[in-house]
């Protein structure tokens, strides 16, 4: 592009954008009372502290899913959310059992572990075998069938974030079963460690036989790859009765306040509400659940009816299955091209960042504009302090949409200590801090609301004119 055009293009957009503030400063006062409703809020902490005291922990197929699934539509129902449906949904159902791992050379001791996601489990004796320490895939590759025949793998990967180093739990049991290794022990995938194991889903790859895959604390896998490096002779035991069970009944639970003009379009906003079967999946994801839940709720109980229909949804079986997020889009049917936005909280509820934006398939000038809205709608946000709007979001229950056009959202935190905790006993209440967590519930009602509400839609081209419809 010239020179010249570039000015050009910006100083346009720079119009539009303008256009679009003016626009969206007449929801001032509105949001004004959206955020001091919310920071006055109890009622979205109260339904936190139900999922996560009072339930407890939610893995698909559990009792505590049901009864979760039980509760926020009865509740639903109760507060006055309109069209309060819980479409069913088939899932997977794995049971950790009881499970153990020990160092049994050099010498004796109990080692902090959960078993991963889906995994198999061992004979009833347990496998005991010697240890062979990488610290990457490359590693392994070049130890080779000789070295890690028969033995357990002891995956000591260093963290480089979650998306890098999460390979190793997901990938790391079928790369070492392809050199005739007997299970793998995987580093928990956390950049800090209080000897916390942290479980999640692993990935069997169709051509490696299953064999058993647990997580280890980073503490207990440093130890076990020093010996090893040294010259140490090093032998583990490893005891899981885990078993994978025919998939259950469960549902994704749907609430919405019906839109006054074209109750057609939807703003589908949400969290998961399954967890993993330990701690009390209190920032993963109930926070999410609860959030997205009581900013519907608040919009309803302000009496705002959007032009748009806002709804909110809680996803089943996001952890091992994404059957909740492909159900809902299955269950959209047509309508699925009629959201104007989904959004996902599923980072946590530390501060407020922000929002990332995708849109699957949209130009560069469309993306321009709806980023420029996106500005605009953070910019009503502005009594929660700074709140910025970046390209690139989403989240996995909502990515079957956004296949379909739809413009993903993705709620963003600083996420300082969200992977510390994340898929361990203490992802709990007290990590949550109260009022970040209103805050949560604050930028979603504004963020929901208007686009629910405003004239345009999100990702629609803007008008010559750029005046109220
Ligand atoms: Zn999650």
Same mark, same amino acid.
């Given at each position: 592009?010239?020179?010249?055009?570039?000015?050009?293009?910006?100083?346009?957009?720079?119009?539009?954008?303008?256009?679009?503030?003016?626009?969206?400063?007449?929801?001032?006062?509105?949001?004004?009372?959206?955020? $001091?409703?919310?920071?006055?809020?109890?009622?979205?902490?109260?339904?936190?502290?139900?999922?996560?005291?009072?339930?407890?922990?939610?893995?698909?197929?559990?009792?505590?899913?049901?009864?979760?699934?039980?509760?926020?539509?009865?509740?639903?129902?109760?507060?006055?959310?309109?069209?309060?449906?819980?479409?069913?949904?088939?899932?997977?159902?794995?049971?950790?059992?009881?499970?153990?791992? @020990?160092?049994?050379?050099?010498?004796?001791?109990?080692?902090?572990?959960?078993?991963? /996601?889906?995994?198999? /489990?061992?004979?009833?004796?347990?496998?005991?075998?010697?240890?062979?320490?990488?610290?990457?895939?490359?590693?392994?590759?070049?130890?080779?069938?000789?070295?890690?025949?028969?033995?357990?793998?002891?995956?000591?990967?260093?963290?480089?974030?979650?998306?890098?180093?999460?390979?190793?739990?997901?990938?790391?049991?079928?790369?070492?079963?392809?050199?005739?290794?007997?299970?793998?022990?995987?580093?928990?995938?956390?950049?800090? =460690?209080?000897?916390?194991?942290?479980?999640? =889903?692993?990935?069997?790859?169709? $051509?490696? !036989?299953?064999?058993?895959?647990?997580?280890? =604390?980073?503490?207990?896998?440093?130890?076990?790859?020093?010996?090893?490096?040294? /010259?140490?002779?090093?032998?583990?035991?490893?005891?899981?009765?885990?078993?994978?069970?025919?998939?259950?009944?469960?549902?994704?639970?749907?609430?919405?306040?019906?839109?006054?003009?074209?109750?057609?379009?939807?703003?589908?906003?949400?969290?998961?509400?399954?967890?993993?079967?330990?701690?009390?999946?209190?920032?993963? %994801?109930?926070?999410?659940?609860?959030?997205? @839940?009581?900013?519907?709720?608040?919009?309803?109980?302000?009496?705002?009816?959007?032009?748009?229909?806002?709804?909110?949804?809680?996803?089943?079986?996001?952890?091992?299955?994404?059957?909740?997020?492909?159900?809902?889009?299955?269950?959209?049917? $047509?309508?699925?091209?009629?959201?104007?936005?989904?959004?996902?909280?599923?980072?946590?509820?530390?501060?407020?960042?922000?929002?990332?934006?995708?849109? !699957?398939?949209?130009?560069?000038?469309?993306?321009?504009?709806?980023?420029?809205?996106?500005? *605009?709608?953070?910019?009503?946000?502005?009594?929660?302090?700074?709140?910025?709007?970046?390209?690139?979001?989403?989240?996995?229950?909502?990515?079957?949409?956004?296949?379909?056009?739809?413009?993903?959202?993705?709620?963003?935190?600083?996420?300082?200590?969200?992977?510390? @905790?994340?898929?361990? $006993?203490? %992802?709990?209440?007290?990590?949550?801090?109260?009022?970040?967590?209103?805050?949560?519930?604050?930028?979603? *009602?504004?963020?929901?609301?208007?686009?629910? %509400?405003?004239?345009?839609?999100?990702?629609?081209?803007?008008?010559?004119?750029?005046?109220?419809?």
């Amino acid at each position: 592009m010239q020179r010249r055009d570039l000015f050009r293009r910006a100083a346009a957009l720079s119009l539009v954008r303008q256009a679009r503030a003016a626009q969206l400063s007449a929801y001032e006062a509105t949001a004004r009372r959206i955020i $001091d409703a919310a920071l006055a809020d109890e009622g979205g902490w109260n339904k936190l502290a139900y999922f996560c005291d009072r339930i407890g922990p939610r893995l698909s197929g559990s009792r505590g899913l049901e009864r979760a699934i039980e509760w926020a539509a009865a509740e639903m129902r109760r507060e006055g959310l309109e069209n309060v449906v819980t479409p069913a949904v088939k899932v997977p159902v794995w049971v950790r059992g009881a499970e153990s791992a @020990w160092m049994v050379e050099p010498r004796e001791a109990s080692l902090a572990m959960l078993g991963l /996601g889906g995994s198999v /489990g061992t004979p009833p004796e347990g496998i005991t075998a010697q240890a062979v320490c990488v610290e990457s895939f490359q590693e392994l590759e070049k130890l080779g069938a000789e070295a890690v025949r028969g033995r357990v793998v002891v995956y000591n990967q260093p963290w480089r974030g979650y998306r890098e180093t999460v390979a190793y739990r997901s990938q790391g049991a079928s790369r070492a079963a392809r050199f005739g290794a007997r299970a793998v022990l995987v580093r928990s995938v956390t950049p800090a =460690s209080l000897r916390t194991p942290h479980t999640g =889903s692993l990935n069997y790859s169709a $051509d490696a !036989p299953k064999i058993p895959a647990a997580a280890i =604390s980073i503490e207990d896998a440093m130890m076990l790859c020093r010996l090893c490096k040294a /010259g140490v002779r090093v032998a583990v035991k490893l005891q899981m009765s885990a078993r994978t069970l025919d998939d259950a009944a469960s549902a994704n639970v749907i609430g919405e306040i019906a839109g006054r003009e074209h109750p057609e379009e939807i703003v589908v906003m949400g969290g998961h509400l399954d967890s993993w079967d330990v701690g009390q999946g209190a920032q993963d %994801d109930a926070s999410g659940c609860a959030a997205a @839940w009581q900013a519907v709720q608040l919009v309803k109980s302000l009496g705002l009816r959007p032009r748009r229909t806002l709804r909110v949804c809680l996803w089943t079986n996001e952890e091992n299955g994404l059957r909740g997020g492909r159900a809902y889009r299955e269950w959209a049917g $047509d309508a699925a091209r009629r959201h104007v936005a989904a959004i996902e909280m599923d980072g946590g509820a530390e501060k407020l960042r922000g929002f990332g934006l995708s849109i !699957p398939g949209a130009s560069g000038a469309a993306l321009d504009h709806a980023m420029a809205r996106m500005q *605009a709608i953070a910019a009503l946000m502005q009594p929660l302090g700074p709140v910025e709007t970046v390209r690139g979001g989403g989240g996995a229950d909502i990515s079957p949409l956004m296949r379909e056009g739809v413009p993903g959202i993705g709620h963003l935190t600083t996420g300082r200590r969200y992977f510390e @905790w994340h898929h361990t $006993d203490a %992802d709990t209440l007290d990590k949550i801090d109260r009022r970040e967590f209103q805050e949560h519930i604050a930028a979603l *009602a504004v963020l929901g609301y208007v686009l629910a %509400d405003m004239p345009e839609r999100l990702a629609e081209e803007a008008h010559p004119t750029g005046g109220m419809a």
